[in-house]
């Protein structure tokens, strides 16, 4: 074992048998782990970052794993050393949560929904620590006050779905904190979180790590995390891993081909000041690319005034509407024709709702929708149809936005066929061809949506709905799912194909690195308004109202010498946007700021 290392990972293999035979998850990797340190593990899905995770806490052996190879040395709190890739699970229970703590990706499903959140955090305390239950409820309380949760008492007796995605996050670290581990792994923590809890949440554990000496394991495939939370990183690929050095090394000195192309692909914030036009980003290793700028036209394509959308709460024994969310309050924006109109802002805010009640799959309260000269809000269901081939929508999770049963020739053919626009061979040709536009080969065109990854999957959906040749996308948090690599070449994807053939986008999304490379005009949304919206230029390089400016000092940057402290942090709770019957609240009421450029001044509560 290495010097004063916590865990050394030596030599790792681990296989999997299928029904096609054995998988290597992963082939041979080696790290080491020393206390208080940060080391992040970087890599696209499929690399096989989690199963290292998996195996060092040897739970990779329930999801059909086998450690067939190589050696896992844990330096245990006692300060006798064990092989963990040998030691039997009854011990491994003891180690579990006292020792090796662990942060899962998805916070729903590392939380049980029948227990309430004191209970939980109770649980281990009491298990490893042998407190009493009033020892173990005061030091719960303390836990949540650590990771920042308002209201601790009150949080104690509440169910996990009674939080919000952040809240949940917070009560998971403070789980995994509980017993105060000598090793905490984090697997892809920040992953489903806007970006201001995604800041708090880092802060939050690097705050936790330099007072408690833990060493930490941190997965991610966000460069920019990285950047802010490294001390070491280790790349890897492909089950393997290709290099590892300093956080300065790794993104100033990168010496493999694999962090070169890595690293071209993150879009960083303020790579686009001085430039008015989006433009495709330069990819590592990439022949004839075209970079040019995308003017569009400056002639409206769709003109959306006071648009209002409500939900009714229900409550009571007979299921009354006791309240309103109002989740989309007088909003006003224009698209152009060939342009990208963004919609920012963190969860919550009604930027899909803006998107969803365009296509009247929510029908709005109130408020105009022009589009291309028609009144979407006035049409009946039947001249609604056609109007909606030439907008269309491009989902978040196109998982759950694709058949399983059906081949993937036949979903992306299926517009054509509700619409009658092509038959047979000639429907074939133009299928094939969209496959070669979203750069897919065409033998996939026989495979069903499992068989392909995320970022694949999304290539689908953008050739589904492009099938019918629309004027106009909206684009519903696309890329946020995806692998970084695989991010930058679905947006120039997407940018090509508005340069080529005109599109217009209504690009909603929480990532303002990707924003600022897409957008001509920026609409940043909080609480159901738009608090500031003009030229994507004027946003970002003079923001001026407070709560944009709270979100980009929000975004980490994928640079780790511009880390950010936590006193840069200090969020205001957003508000509830429930209301009770008979709230009216006031109008929206703007200052023009420079040309395009205007600001909130109706009181918005930040």
């Given at each position: 074992m290495l010097d004063n290392a916590i865990a050394t990972i030596e030599n790792l293999r681990v296989e999997f048998?299928?029904?096609?035979?054995?998988?290597v998850g992963v082939e041979d990797v080696s790290f080491d782990i020393k206390p208080g340190e940060t080391v992040c593990i970087v890599?696209?899905?499929?690399?096989?970052?989690?199963?290292?995770?998996?195996?060092?806490?040897?739970?990779?052996?329930?999801g059909g794993g086998e450690i067939s190879g190589g050696r896992l040395l844990f330096d245990r709190k006692g300060g006798e050393e064990i092989d963990l890739a040998k030691t039997d699970q009854s011990l491994m229970r003891t180690i579990r949560g006292n020792e090796i703590g662990m942060i899962f990706q998805e916070p729903m499903t590392a939380l049980n929904p029948v227990f309430t959140v004191g209970r939980q955090l109770t649980e281990g305390l009491r298990l490893h620590k042998k407190l009493s239950r009033e020892a173990a409820e005061a030091r719960a309380l303390e836990l949540l006050r650590e990771v920042r949760i308002p209201e601790p008492e009150r949080r104690l007796k509440q169910y996990p779905h009674e939080l919000s995605g952040g809240m949940r996050q917070r009560v998971v670290i403070a789980m995994a904190m509980a017993c105060e581990p000598r090793l905490l792994i984090a697997d892809e923590p920040t992953t489903a979180l806007d970006v201001t809890i995604q800041a708090e949440i880092l802060a939050l554990m690097d705050r936790l790590k330099r007072e408690t000496g833990t060493a930490v394991m941190f997965i991610t495939h966000d460069m920019a995390v990285v950047a802010?939370?490294?001390d070491r990183v280790v790349v890897m690929f492909r089950g393997n891993k290709v290099e590892e050095g300093t956080v300065e090394e790794i993104f100033e000195t990168p010496k493999h081909d694999y962090t070169k192309a890595l690293l071209a692909?993150?879009?960083?914030?303020?790579?686009?000041?001085?430039?008015?036009?989006?433009?495709?980003?330069?990819?590592?290793?990439?022949?004839?690319?075209?970079?040019?700028?995308i003017p569009g036209e400056e002639v409206p394509i769709l003109e959306v005034k006071n648009l209002v959308t409500r939900f009714p709460v229900q409550g009571g024994l007979l299921r009354r509407t006791v309240a309103r969310v109002h989740a989309v309050e007088d909003v006003s924006f224009t698209v152009n024709k060939g342009q990208t109109l963004s919609l920012v802002g963190e969860s919550g805010c009604g930027k899909s709702t803006v998107g969803r009640s365009?296509?009247?799959?929510?029908?709005?309260?109130?408020?105009?929708?022009?589009?291309?000269?028609?009144?979407?809000?006035?049409?009946?269901?039947?001249?609604?149809?056609?109007?909606?081939?030439?907008?269309?929508?491009i989902f978040q999770d196109p998982f759950a936005s694709l058949n399983p049963q059906m081949q993937l020739m036949e979903q992306v053919a299926e517009p054509m066929r509700n619409y009658g626009t092509h038959k047979g061979s000639e429907m074939q040709d133009r299928v094939a061809h969209l496959f070669d536009r979203v750069e897919l080969p065409r033998s996939f065109m026989k495979r069903f949506p499992h068989e392909l990854s995320g970022g694949q999957r999304q290539r689908i959906a953008i050739a589904r709905a492009l099938a019918l040749n629309p004027k106009l996308i909206v684009a519903d948090e696309a890329v946020s799912a995806l692998d970084v690599s695989v991010q930058a070449q679905v947006l120039n994807l997407m940018m090509e194909l508005q340069a080529e053939l005109g599109l217009s986008y209504l690009f909603i999304s929480h990532d303002m690195a990707v924003v600022e490379r897409v957008s001509h005009y920026v609409g940043v949304m909080y609480l159901g308004r738009i608090v500031e919206i003009g030229p994507r230029r004027a946003v970002f390089e003079d923001p001026q109202h407070p709560y944009t400016r709270a979100l980009m000092k929000a975004v980490p940057i994928a640079d780790p010498r511009k880390r950010k402290s936590e006193k840069d942090l200090n969020f205001k709770p957003i508000p509830s946007p429930i209301h009770p019957i008979g709230y009216e609240p006031a109008p929206s009421a703007y200052r023009e700021v420079s040309p395009g450029h205007k600001i909130l001044t109706t009181e918005s509560g930040y």
């Open positions: 048998e299928t029904k096609n035979g054995t998988v890599g696209e899905s499929g690399s096989g970052k989690s199963v290292s995770s998996l195996s060092l806490m040897r739970l990779i052996d329930y802010q939370m490294a692909a993150v879009p960083k914030l303020g790579e686009m000041t001085g430039t008015d036009l989006p433009r495709p980003m330069k990819l590592f290793g990439v022949e004839g690319q075209n970079l040019d700028p365009l296509m009247r799959l929510v029908e709005p309260e109130a408020g105009h929708v022009q589009f291309d000269g028609c009144d979407v809000l006035a049409q009946s269901q039947k001249e609604l149809r056609k109007i909606r081939r030439d907008m269309q929508m």
